[in-house]
């Protein structure tokens, strides 16, 4: 996973961070066509790459955000992610 980070659009991270506040259950779909359902519990920037971290099943995984395809709950509905 060494390709460039490419940060994404300011209204979609605000959304997540919204989510991370409220630690919304999100359904992720992923760019590889993985679709997961879990809870948003924080957005962390390493090396000028940002994840957002999610809990599913007990365990805590970092999704890199231009990995991410969409999110959806139903407060927010369904956030297709953009690049900044």
């Known amino acids: 996973m060494n390709e460039t980070y490419q940060p994404i659009n300011c209204d979609d991270y605000d959304n ?8 919304l259950l999100l359904t992720l779909e992923l760019k590889d066509g993985e679709v997961l359902k879990a809870k948003a519990a924080d957005l962390v920037s ?39």
Not at 16 to 23: I, N, T, V, W, Y
Not at 49 to 63: K, N, Q
């Open 46 to 84: 390493r090396k000028n790459v940002e994840y957002l971290v999610v809990e599913a099943s007990g365990t805590s995984r970092e999704l890199r955000l231009d990995k991410i395809t969409s999110f959806s709950h139903p407060d927010i509905g369904t956030v297709v992610v953009s690049e900044s």
């Open 16 to 23: 997540l961070e919204l989510a991370c506040q409220h630690h």
